[in-house]
């Protein structure tokens, strides 16, 4: 079944700064890949998400990228601000299921 | 639309003991799931299902039952409740149609098993 890597496992910046999770995953037929922000206490929710047919994605001040050949993606959080503090789990599917990453723990610093 | 709805939002159980942790979509969703998750563990799926009548098991299945009855209602079933069962449940929908698309979830079930 689809593995999927998520780094780091914890990360602080400063509140302006901007912050970078990667993910890896191994099945080559996997074709869509979301994240998903988690605030303490409450449900996952979608941020942004990707398919296989397009290599980059922006909403404003976060972006997605893809890359099939080395099987990876990442997002991309600029001008951070406290309330983008939370846990960021990356997906990734090529049927019904979808795998997610361990998450990523996200401090922002005022 | 209520989304999502999982109950009860809280539950202990004596080792051995049953449950059924109930969910309900009404946004017509075709697919739907249980994850379990654990403190740095990420969301693990338990059971999935594409449709009334039709479910598949997930990564870590064992010492679950679910069904499916109608587009509207997942169950989740406990059968013998063991320590190892201890987290949080997190039942989600989607509409479908291939890969997933955005899942939405409910407000999970924290379940403890003494």
């Known amino acids: 079944g689809e593995n999927v890597e998520q780094h780091p496992s914890t990360l602080s910046v400063q509140e302006g700064d901007s912050a970078v999770i990667k993910c890896t995953y191994s099945?080559?037929?996997?074709?869509?890949f979301p994240w998903y922000k988690q605030e303490l206490g409450k449900r996952p929710q979608l941020i942004i998400d990707i398919r296989s047919n397009v290599g980059e994605k922006k909403d404003q001040r976060i972006a997605v990228t893809l890359n099939k050949t080395a099987k990876h993606f990442s997002l991309h959080i600029t001008e951070t601000q406290p309330e983008d503090s939370a846990v960021y789990f990356c997906a990734a599917s090529g049927s019904y299921q979808l795998t997610f990453g361990k998450g990523t723990k996200l401090s922002v610093i005022p | 639309n209520a989304g999502v709805t999982q109950t009860p939002k809280f539950r202990i159980l004596k080792i051995g003991q049953s449950m059924t942790l109930q969910c309900a979509q009404d946004m017509n969703h075709n697919y739907m799931y249980w994850y379990r998750q654990d403190p740095g563990m990420g969301l693990k799926l338990i059971y999935y299902?594409?449709?009334?009548?039709?479910?598949d098991k997930g990564e870590v299945p064992n010492g679950y039952n679910v069904s499916r009855s109608t587009t509207e209602d997942f169950p989740l079933r406990l059968e013998l409740a063991a320590p190892s069962q201890t987290s949080v449940y997190f039942c989600?929908?989607?509409?479908?149609?291939?890969?997933?698309?955005?899942?939405?979830f409910g407000e999970g079930s924290r379940l403890t098993v003494l």
């Open positions: 989600a929908s989607s509409y479908g149609g291939g890969p997933p698309g955005e899942l939405f």
């Open positions: 099945d080559s037929a996997s074709n869509y």
């Open positions: 299902s594409v449709g009334a009548g039709i479910t």
